[in-house]
Structure formats: structure tokens, C-alpha cells
């Protein structure tokens, strides 16, 4: 079965500080890579998603994610945080042939202080 | 639009008690799903529904039942509740077959005694 590795639990930093967060997933396949976002008390919404093309993809509110499809991996950057990035970021993963169903990471608190 | 709506926001259950939990989009998706969140789990899919008339066990199914009632609803059912259930419940939709961004609802959190 296919998993989805993020490499970190809990993140703290401070406000204009650089955030990368890592994803790594099994499949050796095609895949629809995303990240979700969940702040506090809401529900998730998607921050970006790579189905093909320019493997460098960005998102809302400053962010992206690169592709890296020899290292299986789709990390999440921001050059400058601000507070309000404080919230729970998840990757997730569809096999390319399992038609909708999405494989979450275990999350990623992150933290971001004034 | 109201997107995906779930019932109850809250709701606390004793061991052994039943519940249904509602899902409804008005998104025109075809796509139906049901997840928990623990913490350090991230969501883990319970079941889905492809389209209308269809339902299928995803990860964690055990304990659980899923009714397709049309294709704005999306119902899901725990019969006997147990501790281990005890969860934040996220239902989502999706639309066309090479669009899999996911629209999730408020989640649902259950506490069972």
C-alpha cells in the first residue's frame, strides 16, 4: 500500500523566517500530488496541487511546491511566514489510476511566532 | 454556494449507542467521502462513493456504514459506538474524473464514553 511520509511533526519559527516542509510518498507510478491546509477550528483547503507539466507549482498565499519525481517528493516552501500561517499542513497523494481517493501524511503543526 | 455541510458540528455518544452522521454538497460532485482525523494520523479515509448508486471501503472501514442516499448526500453510520471511534469526522466531494482537488465540510467531532 502506498504511504505518505512528512517529516515533521511540529514546526515553530518566527514571523519573515523560511518554511519548508517535507513530503515523501511510496508509489512508483503517476501520481496527483497536493497540500492541504487546515487553521484553527476550520476545515482543510487545498493550498496547491501538481497533476503534470512544470513540476514547480504555486499556490495560495505565497506558497509552493516542487516536484522532485526522482526523490518521490513534494515539499512545501514559503520564503516569509507570517502569524497567520499558523496552522496544520497536510500532502496528500492520489495514485494515478485510483481514481479520487486521496492518501494524507500525518500532518504538520507549524507554528509561527510574532 | 454552501459547498459541503455536515451534521452535527458536536455531538458525545455512549459506548454501544448509534448515530448517523450527514453529508451534503451542492457542488454537482459525483464523488463522496468520509474521513477521520486523529492527531499524528492525518485523515484517514473510512469510505467513498464514486457516483451515485455506489459505495466502496476505503482504509478504515470497520464499524461503520455509508449510505449514498442521492447525489448531494452522503451519509455515514456508526451502529454500536466504541471508544476507538472517538474522532473528528470530515466528509468531502469532488467533481469531474481528472479533477481530484477534494472540497471538505467543517468536520464533525464525536466523543464516545
Known amino acids: 500500500a502506498q504511504s505518505v511520509s512528512q517529516h515533521n511533526h511540529h514546526v515553530i519559527l518566527s514571523e519573515a523566517a523560511s518554511l519548508e516542509l517535507g513530503c515523501n510518498y511510496s508509489?512508483?507510478?503517476?501520481?496527483?500530488l497536493f497540500w492541504y491546509v487546515q487553521y484553527p477550528g476550520q476545515h482543510l483547503q487545498l493550498l496547491l496541487k501538481?497533476?503534470?507539466?512544470?513540476?514547480l507549482v504555486k499556490g495560495i498565499k505565497g506558497f509552493e511546491a516542487e516536484f522532485i519525481k526522482s526523490k518521490f517528493s513534494f515539499n512545501l516552501r514559503k520564503p516569509s511566514v507570517q502569524w497567520s500561517d499558523t496552522a496544520e499542513y497536510f500532502c496528500?497523494?492520489?495514485?494515478?489510476?485510483?481514481?479520487?481517493?486521496?492518501?494524507f501524511g500525518a500532518g504538520t503543526q507549524v507554528v509561527v511566532t510574532p | 454556494n454552501a459547498g459541503v455541510t455536515q451534521t452535527p458540528k458536536f455531538q458525545v455518544l455512549k459506548t454501544g449507542q448509534s448515530m448517523t452522521l450527514q453529508c451534503a454538497q451542492d457542488?454537482?460532485?459525483?464523488?463522496m467521502y468520509w474521513y477521520r482525523q486523529d492527531p499524528g494520523m492525518g485523515l484517514r479515509l473510512i469510505y467513498y462513493?464514486?457516483?451515485?448508486?455506489?459505495?466502496d471501503k476505503g482504509e478504515v472501514p470497520n464499524g461503520y456504514n455509508v449510505s449514498r442516499l442521492n447525489k448531494r448526500e452522503f451519509s455515514l453510520r456508526l451502529e454500536s459506538a466504541a471508544p476507538s471511534q472517538t474522532s473528528v469526522y470530515f466528509c468531502?466531494?469532488?467533481?469531474?474524473?481528472?479533477?481530484?482537488?477534494?472540497?471538505f465540510g467543517p468536520g464533525t467531532r464525536l466523543t464516545v464514553l
Open positions: 496528500a497523494v492520489n495514485e494515478g489510476d485510483s481514481w479520487g481517493k486521496l492518501q
Open positions: 508509489y512508483g507510478g503517476t501520481v496527483n
Open positions: 501538481y497533476f503534470s507539466g512544470d513540476p
Open positions: 457542488m454537482n460532485h459525483n464523488s
Open positions: 462513493s464514486a457516483s451515485e448508486g455506489t459505495t
Open positions: 468531502a466531494s469532488n467533481g469531474l474524473a481528472g479533477d481530484n482537488e477534494q472540497f
